[in-house]
């Protein structure tokens, strides 16, 4: 049973996302691209000239506002804040049993 669940959970690896990356890569372009330009780099002139990326648009400024709180803080950031407030939990515990 654990060989079957290995096996059904390894295709997981190579899914990939060319604004985010997948497990093993980066995105594929090497700029941070904001919502709006990356839906927008679908349509041509033509089309924007016709109005027809309104709805892409509006799809990614929800996409953005539905974002988590986390969204836009950098990963050092949220490491740094997590590690100190495990210092200070680790400090609390050692002092709540050394008394």
């Known amino acids: 049973m654990g060989v079957m669940i ?3 959970t390894f295709p997981i690896c190579f899914v990939y996302f060319p604004q985010w990356g997948g497990m093993f890569c980066g995105p594929s372009s090497k700029t941070v691209a904001t919502e709006e ?3 927008l780099s679908e349509w041509n002139t033509e089309e924007k000239e016709k109005g027809l990326h309104q709805a892409s648009l509006k799809f990614a400024d929800n996409s953005r506002s539905e974002r988590g709180g986390r969204a836009g803080k950098s990963s050092e950031a ?5 590690l100190t407030l495990l210092e200070k939990a680790s400090i609390k515990e050692v002092s ?3 008394w």
């Open 96 to 98: 709540t049993y050394a």
């Open 6 to 8: 290995i096996c059904c």
């Open 37 to 39: 330009e990356y839906y």
């Open 78 to 82: 949220i490491l740094w804040k997590t």
